[in-house]
C-alpha cells in the first residue's frame, strides 16, 4: 500500500501475515541414524507381531511409526510503514518502521514403544518410557526504526550532491516457556491429560542496537563519483563503557567512458568505470545477550542431587563474563572494474578485495583450572584477512524470437588467521593457527599401510619398526604415521599434526543460461567450487569403531593378510587409531553441481485477456539434478566438515507449476 | 480516501514520537537485563540463596561415574572399549579424552565451590549457623573432588578462589601433592567442625555431615600414608556412635541388599552410607542395574578370575590353602566361601534379570532363573567375557529397563571407615585382636563369616596386611575403589596382568580356539594390559591441558 498525501507526504505500508505448521517424528532424525546403524539381520517385527528388536539397537521403522510426533505451528506477522516528508527543495525527512513478531507453538508427544519376546512374550526393551507430552511456546518481536534526513540536489546541471543523516534502532525480545508431563493415560498429546512429572521452564533473550550515520555522495556529470560514510553503533551486548564504536567508508569512482576523449569509442564500449573504497564495519555477534555479566543460570531437577529425596532447583554460574568484549571490526578494501561492450550486449565486472578482520570475536579456550567446562568468556582475541577477487562475465542477444542470455561468474577467496592472542590458538581437528585458514583440517600425514614386514616379533608379539603413539596397540594394516623429526622414536600430538587443508571453498563458480523462444523458456543453473577439503568422520566413514558403524562397500578393499595392496586400514573393533584425523581422511571435495533447470511456456496475453489474466504460466523446474564429484560416494560434498553421517543430504526436488496473475 | 490519510497521520505522529523518546534515553535502549537468569550481584544475600547454589554443587558430585571407575581396577572387566579399562590396561595416548574431561570437570566442580565460599559470608540465615554449615559441605565437596584430582595427577593446581581469564595464577605450575593434602586434611577438620554428627535426614537427607568430612579425611590420610591421622579420623567416627552396618538380621542377604532399593538412604534403614548420590524415580535416575545384566548385550560389569578368586573359604584359608576349596565345576567354585562371595556375584541357581542363559532356549523354561553362563552374543540373554556376573549393586526390578534404575551410588561406607581403621593401626604397627573385633570382624559377622584371628592367620601362614588388603578388596568390590587401593599399595603389576574368566574345561564350548585360554586353562579376556612404574601410578598432564599452560610440566614416564 502506497498513498501520496497532499505535495509533500508520501505515505509506504505493507503487511504480510504468514500461518505455517509442519508435522514430524518426535524423534527428529533419530530414525534417519538408527537406519544407518541397524545390523542388516535385526527383523523389523518379530514372529508374534511385536517390533523387532536386537541387543541395544533402536528400530528406525519403529520409532518413525510409532514412536510419537512434534507437530509445529507458526503465526507470523511482518510490517513495514514509511513515511516521508519533503521538507523543502531537495531535503526529505524519512521514517520507517518494521516489525517482525511470531507466536510458536510445538508440541512433542513421545510414545512408548514395547518390545515383546517371541520366545515368551516378554517384554524385553522400550523406548521412550514413561510417555510424555512436551509443550513449548515461543515468541518473538523484532522491531526496527529508522529515521533519515535526506538531500538531493544539483547544481548547474553539473554537480549531483546527495547527503543523508540518519538514526536506527534495532531490537529483538524473545521468550519462550515449555512444559511436559508423562504417564498420560491415552494416545493424546495433552498436557493436562498427564498425571506425573510435571515440569516447566522458561527462558528469553534481548539485545538492541542503535546507531547514528551519515552519508554523503558527491558525482561531477555523473564521470567522477565520491562517497563517504560514517556511522556510531550502540550495541546492548557490551559493557556500556565499550558498547560504542566508529565506523566509516569512502569510496571514489571514474567513469572513464564520458570523458571527451572517448567519444569515438562509446558505441561499441559503452561504459568503463573503475572504482576503489576502503572502509570498516563492526560486528556484535558474541553468542550471547550479556556477556559481560556475571550470572547464575538454573540447574534443574533433572540434574540435582535430590537432597531430602525431592527434586531440587539450584542456581549456578556457568559461564566467564567479560567486560572488555567489544566490537569486531572488519576493514575492506575494494578494487573494482566495470565494462560494457557491443550496446550493453557484453558486460564485464572485476574486483579485488581485502578484507581485515580486526578484534576477531572468539570464545577462546583457557587453561581448564578456570572451571567453567566450555563456557569460555568471549574476547576480541584474534585477527583474520580474507583476499580474494572475482569476475563476473554477461551476454545477452536475440536473434529474432530467439534470445539467449549467459551468466558466468568466478571468484576466489583466501582466508587466513593473520594474529591471535597467546591463548586464542586451538588446536583440535579444527585448528585456530596464524598464517592459516580459520578452522583448518588438522592432523597427521599418513605415510602408507603398515605390512607384517614392518614388524618384528619379539616374545611372540609384534613390535612395530616404525614410530607410532604410545598407547596405540599397533599391527599389520594400520596406517603409519610421518613424525616430523625423520629420527623420532614415537609419533606425539604435539609435534607430529599439521594443517591437512581447509573446508574454506576456493574458486567458486556459477553459470546460468536463459533462453527463451516465443512463449517457451528455458533456464538453468550450474554452480560449483573448484578446490575444498572434505572429511567424514564416524560411522560415516569407518566400520566397526563403534556397535552401529557397519561396514560399507569400500570396506571390501580393507587390508587383510590375502589383501594387502588394500585402500582402507585394517578392520580394528572399537579401537581409533587409524581412525583419528589424518591426510587420509582428508578427501576432494570440489564439485559441480546442475542446482536448477527450468522450462516454461506463457500463455499469450491475448488468449488471456477474457479470463481477465493478466499471465499464465505453466513450468517445469527441478533442483539438485545432477552432481559431478570425486567426494565420498553416497554423501553430498557440502556436508559439514567432520560429519558422522546424521546429516540430511540436499534433495532432489521436482515442480511443476503455475504462476497466474488475475487482473 | 480521505479517512484513511487521518489514520496515517496519526501514525507518522506517534513513530516521530517514538523515535525522539529513541533519543532522548539513548543510554537506556541499550541497557538490557537477563529476564529468566540471575545477575551475581543480587544474588548471595538470603539462606535460600546458599541453599540453591549448594544444591547446584551437590549435583556435581559423581553418580554412576564412582561405579564406572570400578572399570580402571581388576575387579571387573567391561566388554568393548571403555576409557576407565584403557586407563586401568595402562595403555592409552596422553591424548585420551577422559583424561582431559576428568581435569576439566573436576575444576569446574572446585570453580563453583570456591564461587560459594568467596559469596557465602554475606547472607542472612534463618538458623543461626546455617551458612557455616552450608559452607563445610561444600568444603568437603571441594575436597571429594581435589582427592580425585591428586589421586589421578600427583602435583595440581590448588585452587581456592575463582579465577578470570587475565589472572596470572592460571599459567601457575602444580601445588605438590603433600601441600595439597595438608590443605585438605586441613579444610576437612574446619569443615567437621561446623558441621552436625547426626545422620541428617528429612528434608536434609543426603547431606554432607560430620561422619561424611571425617570418613574423607581418613581416606585421604591413608591414602598419603598419614596413618596416624587416617586412625584418628576413622575411630573420631566410630566414636559417634551414629552409624551401624545395614543389617536386617538376615546374613545370607543384609550385605546384598544394602546396594538394592531397599538400602536407599531414603529408605530409611540405612545407617551405614555416610554419603551418597541419591537418585529419585523419574526424575533423575541412571542405568546400571541393566548394565550389570542387561539381558541382550554383554553385560559391561562382569567379576574377573582374580576377584573371584580373592574371596576365602568359609573356614578362613585362601583357596589355594583351605580343604574346602573344590574347583572341578562351575557351580563347586561358590560352595564354603565367604558369604559375601555370594551375595555379591551371581551363583547357578540365583533368580536375574539376564533372561535367557548359556542353555539352549528350548531348555530353559524359565529365564528369571541364571544356571549357566552364556558366551555368545544372541540378543536374547546376557552375555559374560569371563563367565561371571555380578548380582551387587543389580536392583532387580531395574534391570528390563533402559535408564530406569534410581539405586543409591554409595561414596562412603561405615564399612569402610572400619576398614581404614584397620589398616591405619597395621601400618603403624599397633594392630591388636581388639583392633579387628570392633572393625574387621564386625563386617564378617554381618554375613557369617569367621572371624579375621590374629593367632590364626600367623598358624597358617597368613600375612596381616595381605589378608586386610583382601577384606577390604571383598567388602568394598564394585563401588570404585579398588583401582585406587591398588596404586596406593603400590601394587601396579597387578593391573598388568592379563584379565581371565573360568576355567576353560568347565564348558564344552570354551574348547573351541576362538576362544584364548591361559597356560593354565582359563579363559583369557584381555591380554594387552601393560604397568610401567612409576609411569602408571599417575595420569598424564592432559595433552589440552598441557597445550594451554605449559608450565604444568609432566608427570614421569609421560
Known amino acids: ?663 | 480516501m480521505t479517512l484513511r490519510h487521518k489514520k496515517y497521520h496519526k501514525i507518522i505522529y506517534t513513530f516521530s514520537a517514538i523515535s525522539l523518546i529513541g533519543l532522548a534515553s539513548c543510554s537506556d535502549f541499550l541497557d538490557r537485563v537477563p529476564q529468566d537468569e540471575i545477575v551475581n550481584e543480587t544474588y548471595w544475600k538470603t539462606q535460600e540463596h546458599l541453599e540453591m547454589a549448594a544444591t547446584a554443587i551437590y549435583s556435581r558430585v559423581k553418580a554412576k561415574n564412582f561405579v564406572d571407575m570400578e572399570n580402571m581396577g581388576e575387579n571387573t572387566m567391561w566388554p568393548s572399549t571403555n576409557q576407565y579399562k584403557d586407563i586401568g590396561s595402562g595403555v592409552f595416548p596422553v591424548t585420551q579424552p577422559t583424561v582431559n574431561s576428568e581435569w576439566a570437570n573436576m575444576y569446574r566442580d572446585v570453580r563453583e565451590c570456591n564461587a560459594f565460599l568467596e559469596n557465602y559470608a554475606g547472607a542472612t540465615e534463618n538458623q543461626v549457623g546455617a551458612k557455616e554449615r552450608l559452607a563445610a559441605e561444600v568444603r568437603v565437596i571441594r575436597a571429594l573432588a581435589y582427592s580425585f584430582l591428586t589421586s589421578f595427577y600427583g602435583d595440581i593446581p590448588l585452587l581456592t578462589k575463582t579465577l578470570n581469564p587475565d589472572d596470572p595464577e592460571l599459567y601457575d605450575d602444580r601445588t605438590p601433592q603433600s601441600e595439597v593434602v595438608d590443605f585438605l586434611l586441613q579444610d576437612l577438620d574446619a569443615a567437621a567442625a561446623a558441621l552436625p554428627s547426626g545422620i541428617p535426614s528429612g528434608e536434609n537427607l543426603g547431606r554432607v555431615s560430620k561422619g561424611t568430612a571425617l570418613t574423607l579425611k581418613s581416606r585421604i590420610a591413608l591414602t598419603y600414608g598419614r596413618y596416624d591421622v587416617a586412625e584418628q579420623a576413622a575411630k573420631a567416627v566410630m566414636d559417634m556412635g551414629v552409624y551401624e552396618l545395614y543389617n536386617t538380621g538376615n546374613p545370607e542377604t543384609n550385605y546384598w541388599e544394602l546396594f538394592t532399593r531397599a538400602g536407599k538412604l531414603a529408605g530409611g534403614r540405612n545407617k551405614e552410607t555416610i554419603f551418597a548420590r541419591m537418585h529419585l524415580t523419574d526424575v533423575i535416575m541412571h542405568n546400571l542395574s541393566r548394565e550389570i545384566q542387561v539381558p541382550d548385550q554383554f553385560a559391561r560389569f562382569v567379576p574377573t578370575r582374580s576377584l573371584v578368586e580373592s574371596y576365602l573359604c568359609s573356614d578362613g584359608l585362601p583357596i589355594d590353602k583351605s580343604p574346602l576349596y573344590k574347583d572341578d565345576t562351575y557351580a563347586d567354585i561358590f560352595q564354603n566361601r565367604d558369604p559375601r562371595m555370594t551375595q555379591t556375584i551371581l551363583v547357578p541357581g540365583d533368580k536375574w534379570g539376564g533372561r535367557f542363559d548359556g542353555r539352549p532356549i528350548a531348555e530353559n523354561s524359565d529365564p528369571t532363573i541364571f544356571q549357566v553362563p552364556k558366551f555368545s552374543q544372541d540378543g536374547r540373554g546376557s552375555v559374560t567375557t569371563t563367565g561371571y556376573y555380578y548380582k551387587k549393586y543389580v536392583e532387580p526390578t531395574a534391570v528390563g529397563l533402559v535408564g530406569r534404575d534410581d539405586n543409591d551410588i554409595h561414596h562412603m561406607r561405615y564399612a569402610e571407615v572400619l576398614l581404614n581403621y584397620a589398616e591405619a593401626r597395621l601400618e603403624q604397627g599397633k594392630l591388636t585382636q581388639s583392633d579387628l573385633d570392633i572393625s574387621i570382624n564386625l563386617l564378617r559377622d554381618r554375613v557369617g563369616m569367621t572371624r579375621m584371628n590374629l593367632n590364626f592367620l600367623a598358624q597358617n601362614g597368613m600375612d596381616v596386611r595381605a589378608e586386610i588388603r583382601r577384606e577390604r578388596r571383598v567388602e568394598l568390590v564394585l563401588e570404585g575403589h579398588r583401582y585406587f587401593d591398588v596404586r596406593r599399595w603400590k601394587q601396579g603389576e597387578l593391573l598388568g596382568r592379563d584379565i581371565e574368566g573360568v576355567k576353560a574345561s568347565w564348558f564344552s564350548q570354551l574348547n573351541a580356539d576362538t576362544y584364548r585360554k591361559s597356560t593354565d586353562g582359563f579363559l583369557l579376556v584381555q591380554w594387552t594390559r601393560a604397568f610401567e612404574s612409576p609411569k602408571n601410578y599417575l595420569w598424564p598432564v592432559p595433552q589440552t591441558q598441557f597445550e594451554r599452560n605449559p608450565n604444568l610440566g609432566q608427570n614421569p614416564g609421560w
Open chain 1, 1 to 663: 500500500m502506497n498513498t501520496q498525501i497532499g505535495e509533500r507526504l508520501k505515505v509506504d505500508g505493507n503487511l504480510g501475515y504468514i500461518d505455517r505448521s509442519n508435522d514430524g517424528s518426535a524423534s527428529g532424525t533419530g530414525a534417519l541414524s538408527a537406519a544407518l546403524g541397524i545390523r542388516p539381520l535385526v527383523p523389523v517385527r518379530f514372529t508374534n507381531d511385536s517390533w523387532g528388536y536386537h541387543g541395544g539397537q533402536s528400530n528406525p521403522v519403529a520409532i518413525a511409526s510409532d514412536g510419537g510426533t512434534n507437530s509445529f505451528t507458526s503465526q507470523e506477522i511482518t510490517a513495514n510503514l514509511a513515511a516521508t516528508l519533503n521538507i523543502a527543495k531537495g531535503l526529505d525527512l524519512k521514517g520507517q518502521y518494521g516489525l517482525v513478531k511470531y507466536n510458536s507453538k510445538r508440541t512433542i508427544h513421545l510414545k512408548t514403544i514395547n518390545y515383546y519376546s517371541p520366545d515368551d512374550e516378554q517384554l524385553i526393551y522400550q523406548t521412550n518410557f514413561p510417555n510424555k507430552v512436551t509443550m513449548e511456546h515461543y515468541s518473538g518481536t523484532y522491531q526496527t526504526f529508522i529515521g533519515t534526513l535526506n538531500y538531493n540536489r544539483t547544481f548547474q546541471e553539473k554537480h549531483n550532491l546527495t547527503g543523508l543523516l540518519g538514526y536506527s534502532l534495532e531490537e529483538n525480545v524473545g521468550a519462550d516457556f515449555g512444559a511436559s508431563r508423562t504417564h498420560i493415560p491415552v494416545d493424546l498429546p495433552s498436557l493436562s491429560l498427564g498425571t506425573e512429572n510435571q515440569l516447566n521452564e522458561s527462558s528469553s533473550n534481548q539485545n538492541a542496537l542503535m546507531s547514528f550515520f551519515g552519508r554523503v555522495n558527491y558525482d561531477y556529470e555523473g564521470r567522477y563519483l565520491l562517497e563517504g560514510n560514517f556511522r556510531r553503533d550502540g550495541s546492548s551486548r557490551f559493557h556500556p563503557d565499550v558498547r560504542w564504536n566508529w565506523f566509516g567508508s569512502f569510496s571514489a569512482g571514474w567513469v572513464f567512458t564520458e570523458e571527451a576523449f572517448f567519444d569515438s569509442l562509446r558505441d561499441t564500449w559503452n561504459l568503463g568505470k573503475v572504482r576503489f573504497s576502503y572502509g570498516t564495519q563492526g560486528n556484535d555477534r558474541v553468542g550471547r545477550d550479556h556477556p559481560f555479566m556475571p550470572i547464575l543460570s538454573s540447574a534443574q531437577i533433572t540434574s540435582n542431587n535430590p537432597i531430602g529425596n525431592v527434586g531440587r532447583v539450584g542456581f549456578r554460574q556457568s559461564f566467564i563474563p567479560n567486560q572488555l568484549v567489544s566490537w569486531e571490526s572488519s576493514e575492506k578494501m575494494n578494487i573494482g572494474l566495470d565494462l560494457a561492450f557491443f550496446a550493453q550486449r557484453l558486460t564485464v565486472t572485476g574486483e579485488y578485495f581485502i578484507n581485515n578482520t580486526r578484534d576477531l570475536l572468539l570464545n577462546t579456550p583457557l587453561p581448564d583450572v578456570i572451571g567453567v567446562g566450555s563456557g569460555y568468556p568471549s574476547q576480541n582475541a584474534g585477527a583474520m584477512q580474507n583476499k580474494g577477487w572475482e569476475v563476473v562475465l554477461g551476454w545477452q542477444d536475440h536473434i529474432g524470437d530467439f534470445s539467449y542470455r549467459a551468466n558466468f561468474n568466478l571468484s576466489d577467496v583466501r582466508n587466513k588467521i593473520t594474529h591471535l592472542d597467546d591463548y586464542a590458538v586451538s588446536l583440535g581437528n579444527n585448528v585456530r593457527l596464524v598464517g592459516h585458514p580459520l578452522d583448518a583440517y588438522y592432523g597427521f600425514k599418513v605415510d602408507r599401510i603398515a605390512q607384517e614386514s614392518d614388524f618384528t616379533t619379539v616374545d611372540g608379539r609384534l613390535v612395530p619398526n616404525f614410530p607410532f603413539q604410545r598407547g596405540d596397540l599397533v599391527g599389520p594394516g594400520d596406517l603409519i604415521y610421518v613424525p616430523t623429526d625423520p629420527e623420532a622414536t614415537e609419533i606425539t600430538v604435539g609435534n607430529d599434526r599439521h594443517v591437512l587443508g581447509s573446508d574454506i571453498p576456493r574458486y567458486t563458480y556459477g553459470f546460468r543460461g536463459d533462453l527463451a523462444y516465443k512463449n517457451f523458456d528455458f533456464s538453468f543453473f550450474l554452480q560449483g567450487v573448484g578446490k575444498v577439503d572434505g572429511y567424514l568422520g564416524g560411522n560415516a566413514r569407518h566400520a566397526f569403531i563403534n556397535n552401529s558403524a557397519l561396514p560399507q562397500e569400500i570396506h571390501l578393499d580393507r587390508w587383510t593378510p590375502d589383501n594387502t595392496d588394500a585402500s582402507y586400514p585394517r578392520f580394528v573393533y572399537l579401537r581409533d587409531h587409524n581412525t583419528r584425523l589424518s591426510s587420509k581422511w582428508i578427501e576432494d571435495a570440489s564439485y559441480l553441481r546442475l542446482k536448477n533447470v527450468q522450462i516454461g511456456y506463457t500463455f499469450s496475453p491475448e488468449w488471456m485477456e477474457r479470463l481477465r489474466v493478466s499471465k499464465l504460466r505453466l513450468y517445469a523446474s527441478a533442483d539438485n539434478l545432477l552432481t559431478k564429484t570425486n567426494f565420498f560416494y553416497g554423501y553430498d560434498p557440502e556436508v559439514p566438515g567432520g560429519n558422522t553421517g546424521g546429516y540430511y543430504p540436499q534433495v532432489k526436488t521436482f515442480v511443476f507449476g503455475i504462476n497466474l496473475n488475475l487482473r
